[in-house]
């Protein structure tokens, strides 16, 4: 059964940085897409970046230039670096993770897989 597992947030000061990871665990198909989401108090999950596994990166223009997205393949591990907080960036962040799935007779190229979220808080 497929798992993924974050960790890294926390509460920081405006201007501060953290790093989110998030590990897949129990996949035995190649992991495709994997991105970070966010959700603040009474707001939509958006999509703040994701990276393909060729290493192909995109952003939110909201973090464009503050927050970084990585990967390590051989580790199934999947980073958010946050630099230059704001406390507008306040919210739960989930990892998400596409990787193929057979289910009886379907097969799903690109199925959705989600951590349990992390939250951060940029407060002074």
């Known amino acids: 059964q497929v798992q993924l597992v974050e960790s890294g947030g926390g509460l920081v000061q405006p201007g501060g940085s953290l790093r989110l990871s998030c590990v897949v665990r129990?996949?035995?198909?190649?992991?495709?897409?994997m991105a970070w989401y966010r959700q603040g108090a009474g707001k939509q999950r958006e999509l703040v970046a994701n990276?393909?596994?060729?290493?192909?990166?995109a952003y939110a223009d909201y973090v464009t230039g503050r927050f970084t997205i990585s990967r390590d393949n051989r580790k199934n591990t999947v980073y958010l670096q946050l630099d230059s907080l704001k406390p507008e960036d306040t919210a739960v962040y989930y990892c998400?993770?596409?990787?193929?799935?057979?289910?009886?007779?379907?097969?799903?190229?690109?199925?959705?897989?989600w951590g349990q979220g992390t939250q951060v808080t940029v407060s002074s």
């Open positions: 998400n993770a596409q990787i193929p799935l057979y289910s009886g007779t379907y097969y799903y190229p690109e199925y959705d897989y």
């Open positions: 990276i393909t596994s060729d290493y192909k990166s």
């Open positions: 129990g996949s035995t198909f190649e992991i495709k897409t």
